[in-house]
């Protein structure tokens, strides 16, 4: 596990923190009470298919308050995609899914703002088109592969 | 006034041992050598500037003379032998006494088919050694690194100028090159003694430090800050403004609660419709109760849409992740379950019985331990990163799969809560509807209290609201401030760093110009000094009177005189006035150096002739007063009416002898 100890944190870009702090201000989806690793996980996995590079990046989760579940969870981030034994073996260094997950991060927190700025303010509106999504989400993701 | 005591030489072409003492207490610092031509007057010029500067300066021919070492030295010694050339010159300021001496070693060689002996220069060394004349213990001080050397040596004797210190008379238009690059070396070498180079380069020091700060303090934006303060400015105010606001908002909504207790004590105690009353206050509170169920509702919806936002997208990664750690484990190549802490603790606490099953750990129960502690190492990091993800991806999949009951949980969980809180809506928009059209019991008219509590219920969840997204927006501004206060605070140590670069400018860009009119002031009064003090010697030296003007020298050091008429004469003159001019100049550059420092004049009469020899004799003795001049003579050259005058004027007078042999000077006496 030497190659976590070498990574104190994980980063965000410097803009979407402005963005957290509206968030967690107006307590739109309960940002208020979620951690900043909670955060960092659903802003990952709404960006999960379009990671895009950091700008101006900035420190956000602290890699110690990572639990062995979350760190399963983001290891996926490339695991997941790994095709060959090498690969395998390369993506098993978490360094490797903590900088994949940052960009999937990058890309969500886009995503969530132009779901927030779409939403104008209402929050049962953003709750029920998120719901709907989800909906998608299992059909594609989940129950076809039952 | 800055003197040669001693000259002594060793080997040095006909100098073979001769020391030259100049004495010292004598009313005139003049000291004649005379030396019929070929005997060793110009090798004495050349010793002293092989001394100084390594370099044999008025040696004729380099490449087709002989070795500076004497040549019956070489001749009398062996082959193999070491052999050296010396020479040592000793001279005296207020302060010290300097010694400038450099010796060169040669190794003998002999030519097997010439048959003659011939010598190999070996090792040059140059030191000089100076005595502080005002400590009692006359400690010394030797200097043999050459960044010292030369620099003292270009105290006394710069290079630049060697010849305005060891003058030759046979070469006086050396005296008044128009060459751009031996008069650039006077101006140098006289700009060096009168510090102006060290000005010139502070100039171009401090100039090039000015630049270099303004580059700096013309980086980035001195704009950004004002940005920072007025933004500031406005989230504080802002937040006066909001605070306010809500303060409003509260005074409203105490001002409406009190008038809202008080239309429901009279509706209260309206007996036709007390029912109705009695209901509502029960239905508002159930109403409470379920918005309260609602909120945590809300987190709870909430909470599910965030985890299974991840779970879900992440889903088809932590399936294709556990489907190779299945394969992987099927194919055997994942390690078992074992705890290696624990066996590891068994074989070093030496325990006998099983901590997990009870049984007996024999000598075969440790060697099998053993064994499968030493294969648990071998196994790659891979397989154990595998094995310690595997249990929380599957709870993630058990989710995932889990997502239809969850939702159904939630969904009827939620639309029950509001099917309540709509019911419990629709009673009191009943009950308020029934009192709206009661009409007037009592002489209370019940539609209107309605109708105004009513809009009082309404401003008062407005007004909350409105409190809710004020505090919203204060803890908005509140965080930004804090991010600007620190902006503001990086910035102000910006702009001091900046202030002080602008300040550190300014005041290079003073010195600098300071510095250049100093410079100017300076190379000017040099320059002028020059122009007098070589016009007063040439004056007192030229029996002409009626003939020359001015004398005068341009930036560049170039001398030129001109007549009564103010033409050029300097190309016409003859040479008796060239050479009159030639020292002239020479004593100018001396006193504007600073340093009074000694002469060798090398044939100082040779080029003046009839009486104008006497009379410039006479100024040069004139001038040794407070000068010290050694003069170089030929016989011929020391004539009668010269020697009639030196002889008895002059500090010493002395004739250089060769012997017999002609190889070495016999004796330098009186």
Same mark, same amino acid.
């Given at each position: 596990?030497?190659?976590?100890?070498?990574?104190?944190?994980?980063?965000?870009?410097?803009?979407?923190?402005?963005?957290?702090?509206?968030?967690?201000?107006?307590?739109?989806?309960?940002?208020?009470?979620?951690?900043?690793?909670?955060?960092?996980?659903?802003?990952?996995?709404?960006?999960?298919?379009?990671?895009?590079?950091?700008?101006?990046?900035?420190?956000?989760?602290?890699?110690?308050?990572?639990?062995?579940?979350?760190?399963?969870?983001?290891?996926?981030?490339?695991?997941?995609?790994?095709?060959?034994?090498?690969?395998?073996?390369?993506?098993?260094?978490?360094?490797?899914?903590?900088?994949?997950?940052?960009?999937?991060?990058?890309?969500?927190?886009?995503?969530?703002?132009?779901?927030?700025?779409?939403?104008?303010?209402?929050?049962?509106?953003?709750?029920?088109?998120?719901?709907?999504?989800?909906?998608?989400?299992?059909?594609?993701?989940?129950?076809?592969?039952? | 006034?800055?003197?040669?005591?001693?000259?002594?030489?060793?080997?040095?072409?006909?100098?073979?041992?001769?020391?030259?003492?100049?004495?010292?207490?004598?009313?005139?610092?003049?000291?004649?050598?005379?030396?019929?031509?070929?005997?060793?007057?110009?090798?004495?010029?050349?010793?002293?500037?092989?001394?100084?500067?390594?370099?044999? @300066?008025?040696?004729?021919?380099?490449?087709?003379?002989?070795?500076?070492?004497?040549?019956?030295?070489?001749?009398?010694?062996?082959?193999?032998? @070491?052999?050296?050339?010396?020479?040592?010159?000793?001279?005296?300021?207020?302060?010290?006494?300097?010694?400038?001496?450099?010796?060169?070693?040669?190794?003998?060689?002999?030519? /097997?088919?010439?048959?003659?002996?011939?010598?190999?220069?070996?090792?040059?060394?140059?030191?000089?050694?100076?005595?502080?004349?005002?400590? /009692?213990?006359?400690?010394?001080?030797?200097?043999? =690194?050459?960044?010292?050397?030369?620099?003292?040596?270009?105290?006394?004797?710069?290079?630049?100028?060697?010849?305005?210190?060891?003058?030759?008379?046979?070469?006086?238009?050396?005296?008044?090159?128009? =060459?751009?690059?031996?008069?650039?070396?006077?101006?140098?070498?006289?700009?060096?003694?009168?510090?102006?180079?060290?000005?010139?380069?502070?100039?171009?020091?401090?100039?090039?430090?000015?630049?270099?700060? !303004?580059?700096?303090?013309?980086?980035? #934006?001195?704009?950004?800050?004002?940005?920072?303060?007025?933004?500031?400015?406005?989230?504080?105010?802002?937040?006066?403004?909001?605070?306010?606001?809500?303060?409003?908002?509260?005074? *409203?909504?105490?001002?409406?609660?009190?008038?809202?207790?008080?239309?429901?004590?009279?509706?209260?105690?309206?007996?036709?419709?007390? $029912?109705?009353? *009695?209901?509502?206050?029960?239905?508002?509170?159930?109403?409470?109760?379920?918005?309260?169920?609602?909120?945590?509702?809300?987190?709870?919806?909430?909470?599910?849409?965030?985890?299974?936002?991840?779970?879900?997208?992440?889903?088809?990664?932590?399936? #294709?992740?556990?489907?190779?750690?299945?394969?992987?484990?099927?194919?055997?190549?994942?390690?078992?379950?074992?705890?290696?802490?624990?066996?590891?603790?068994?074989?070093?606490?030496?325990?006998?019985?099983?901590?997990?099953? !009870?049984?007996?750990?024999?000598?075969?129960?440790?060697?099998?331990?053993?064994?499968?502690? #030493?294969?648990?190492?071998?196994?790659?990091?891979? #397989?154990?990163?595998?094995?310690?993800?595997?249990?929380?991806?599957?709870?993630?999949?058990?989710?995932?799969?889990?997502?239809?009951?969850?939702?159904?949980?939630?969904?009827?969980?939620?639309?029950?809560?509001?099917?309540?809180?709509?019911?419990?809506?629709?009673?009191?928009?009943?009950?308020?509807?029934?009192?709206?059209?009661?009409?007037?019991?009592?002489?209370?008219?019940?539609?209107?209290?309605?109708?105004?509590?009513?809009? $009082?219920?309404?401003?008062?969840?407005?007004?909350?609201?409105?409190?809710?997204?004020?505090?919203?927006?204060?803890?908005?501004?509140?965080?930004?401030?804090?991010?600007?206060?620190?902006?503001?605070?990086?910035?102000?140590?910006?702009?001091?760093?900046?202030?002080?670069?602008?300040?550190?400018?300014?005041?290079?860009?003073?010195?600098?110009?300071?510095?250049?009119?100093?410079?100017?002031?300076?190379?000017? *009064?040099?320059?002028?000094?020059?122009?007098?003090?070589?016009?007063?010697?040439?004056?007192?030296?030229?029996?002409?009177?009626?003939?020359?003007?001015?004398?005068?020298?341009?930036?560049?050091?170039?001398?030129?005189?001109?007549?009564?008429?103010?033409?050029?004469?300097?190309?016409?003159?003859?040479?008796?006035? $060239?050479?009159? $001019?030639?020292?002239?100049?020479?004593?100018?550059?001396?006193?504007?150096?600073?340093?009074?420092? /000694?002469?060798?004049?090398?044939?100082?009469?040779?080029?003046?002739?009839?009486?104008?020899?006497?009379?410039?004799?006479?100024?040069?003795?004139?001038?040794?007063?407070?000068?010290?001049?050694?003069?170089?003579?030929? /016989?011929?050259?020391?004539?009668?009416?010269?020697?009639?005058?030196?002889?008895?004027?002059?500090?010493?007078?002395?004739?250089?002898?060769?012997?017999?042999?002609?190889?070495?000077?016999?004796?330098?006496?009186?």
């Amino acid at each position: 596990m030497n190659e976590e100890k070498s990574r104190m944190t994980l980063k965000i870009s410097a803009q979407n923190r402005e963005l957290i702090y509206q968030l967690v201000a107006k307590k739109t989806l309960g940002f208020n009470s979620l951690s900043t690793k909670e955060i960092f996980k659903y802003a990952s996995a709404l960006g999960l298919n379009k990671p895009s590079n950091l700008k101006n990046s900035d420190t956000y989760v602290r890699v110690d308050y990572l639990h062995t579940s979350d760190k399963a969870l983001l290891i996926t981030t490339k695991l997941g995609k790994a095709k060959t034994i090498a690969q395998i073996d390369e993506y098993c260094n978490i360094e490797h899914s903590y900088v994949e997950a940052e960009k999937c991060a990058n890309t969500g927190f886009k995503i969530l703002k132009e779901k927030v700025d779409a939403a104008k303010g209402d929050e049962e509106l953003l709750a029920n088109r998120l719901l709907i999504e989800l909906e998608t989400l299992y059909q594609t993701n989940v129950k076809s592969t039952l | 006034m800055i003197k040669i005591l001693k000259i002594e030489f060793n080997n040095f072409r006909q100098y073979k041992h001769v020391t030259i003492n100049f004495d010292q207490n004598c009313k005139n610092h003049l000291h004649i050598l005379k030396a019929t031509n070929g005997t060793g007057k110009t090798n004495f010029l050349n010793a002293v500037l092989w001394c100084l500067y390594a370099d044999e @300066k008025y040696l004729s021919d380099t490449s087709r003379a002989l070795p500076i070492i004497n040549e019956s030295v070489v001749e009398n010694s062996k082959a193999g032998d @070491k052999l050296f050339v010396n020479v040592r010159m000793t001279i005296c300021d207020e302060k010290n006494n300097i010694e400038f001496s450099r010796t060169q070693d040669f190794t003998v060689i002999e030519d /097997p088919f010439k048959k003659n002996k011939n010598v190999i220069p070996g090792l040059c060394t140059f030191k000089i050694i100076i005595t502080n004349l005002n400590d /009692p213990n006359k400690n010394t001080v030797v200097y043999d =690194d050459e960044s010292y050397t030369l620099s003292i040596v270009k105290q006394y004797f710069d290079v630049e100028i060697f010849d305005y210190y060891f003058f030759n008379g046979e070469n006086l238009e050396n005296y008044f090159s128009t =060459d751009a690059n031996k008069t650039g070396k006077i101006k140098k070498s006289i700009y060096n003694l009168a510090q102006v180079t060290l000005l010139e380069t502070a100039i171009d020091r401090v100039s090039k430090m000015a630049v270099e700060k !303004s580059r700096k303090s013309n980086q980035g #934006s001195s704009w950004e800050g004002f940005g920072y303060y007025r933004d500031l400015e406005q989230c504080k105010n802002d937040i006066i403004n909001l605070t306010a606001a809500n303060t409003q908002y509260e005074e *409203e909504n105490n001002e409406n609660i009190k008038r809202l207790s008080e239309i429901n004590e009279t509706l209260n105690n309206i007996k036709p419709i007390k $029912l109705q009353q *009695e209901s509502r206050e029960k239905l508002v509170k159930r109403l409470k109760e379920l918005e309260e169920q609602k909120e945590s509702e809300i987190i709870k919806r909430n909470n599910f849409i965030i985890d299974y936002t991840i779970y879900l997208n992440y889903y088809p990664l932590i399936k #294709s992740t556990l489907n190779t750690i299945y394969e992987k484990e099927k194919s055997g190549s994942l390690p078992p379950d074992i705890d290696k802490k624990l066996l590891q603790k068994i074989l070093d606490d030496k325990i006998t019985t099983c901590p997990v099953c !009870s049984n007996t750990i024999d000598q075969n129960s440790v060697l099998a331990i053993k064994k499968m502690i #030493s294969n648990l190492d071998v196994d790659s990091k891979t #397989s154990h990163k595998l094995m310690e993800i595997k249990a929380p991806l599957e709870d993630f999949v058990n989710k995932a799969e889990n997502y239809p009951k969850e939702r159904r949980a939630l969904v009827a969980s939620y639309d029950f809560l509001n099917s309540q809180i709509d019911e419990c809506k629709e009673e009191l928009d009943n009950i308020s509807a029934f009192l709206s059209k009661v009409g007037t019991i009592d002489d209370i008219n019940i539609p209107d209290l309605e109708a105004e509590r009513n809009d $009082l219920d309404q401003e008062l969840t407005a007004n909350k609201n409105s409190i809710a997204h004020n505090i919203a927006q204060i803890k908005i501004r509140e965080d930004k401030i804090k991010k600007l206060e620190k902006l503001i605070e990086e910035y102000e140590k910006k702009k001091k760093y900046k202030d002080d670069l602008v300040d550190q400018v300014r005041i290079f860009r003073q010195l600098a110009s300071a510095f250049e009119i100093v410079k100017t002031s300076i190379a000017e *009064e040099i320059k002028l000094e020059i122009e007098e003090v070589a016009w007063d010697f040439f004056d007192s030296m030229i029996w002409k009177t009626q003939t020359f003007g001015r004398l005068e020298i341009n930036d560049d050091y170039i001398v030129s005189v001109y007549n009564i008429n103010g033409k050029e004469t300097i190309g016409s003159m003859s040479a008796t006035e $060239l050479m009159a $001019l030639a020292y002239s100049f020479t004593f100018a550059i001396h006193k504007a150096s600073g340093k009074n420092c /000694p002469l060798i004049i090398d044939s100082p009469l040779g080029r003046v002739s009839d009486d104008n020899r006497i009379n410039m004799a006479n100024e040069l003795l004139k001038v040794s007063k407070h000068k010290q001049i050694i003069m170089l003579f030929t /016989p011929d050259e020391y004539s009668e009416d010269v020697r009639n005058l030196y002889d008895k004027e002059a500090g010493s007078v002395r004739d250089i002898k060769l012997s017999e042999d002609e190889s070495e000077i016999l004796e330098v006496g009186v």
